[in-house]
């Protein structure tokens, strides 16, 4: 069994900053990829960055140099620093443990970008 716990969501202005967090639990595996996806309202589940166990990166088109993915192996937990936040950006973003062939999820959290 796999939990993912995701805090640091909320309102921000454009422009600002927002730094999201990952924590899980359960058997995790020590080979494994983390990410976040976003889903905005009346659109697919998109990728946003994700980050092997062996620190290889992928970023989204959209996010790259805006965005960076980290992730502590000891704690297994992800990070997402979200700089220069957009209204584009706005969605709820969730976490993602993908280990082999299964994928876990976590509740999401919601990112509003708005003045």
């Known amino acids: 069994q796999v939990q993912l716990v995701e805090s640091g969501g909320g309102l921000v202005q454009p422009g600002g900053s927002l730094r999201l967090s990952c924590a899980a639990s359960?058997?995790?595996?020590?080979?494994?990829?983390m990410g976040w996806y976003r889903q905005a309202p009346g659109k697919q589940r998109e990728l946003v960055a994700t980050m092997t166990s062996g620190g290889s990166i992928n970023y989204a088109e959209s996010v790259k140099s805006r965005f960076t993915i980290s992730r502590d192996n000891a704690k297994v937990t992800v990070y997402l620093q979200m700089n220069s936040l957009k209204p584009e950006d706005t969605a709820v973003y969730y976490c993602n443990l993908h280990i082999i062939k299964n994928d876990y999820w976590g509740q999401g959290t919601q990112v509003t970008v708005s003045s």
């Open positions: 359960g058997s995790t595996g020590s080979i494994n990829v």
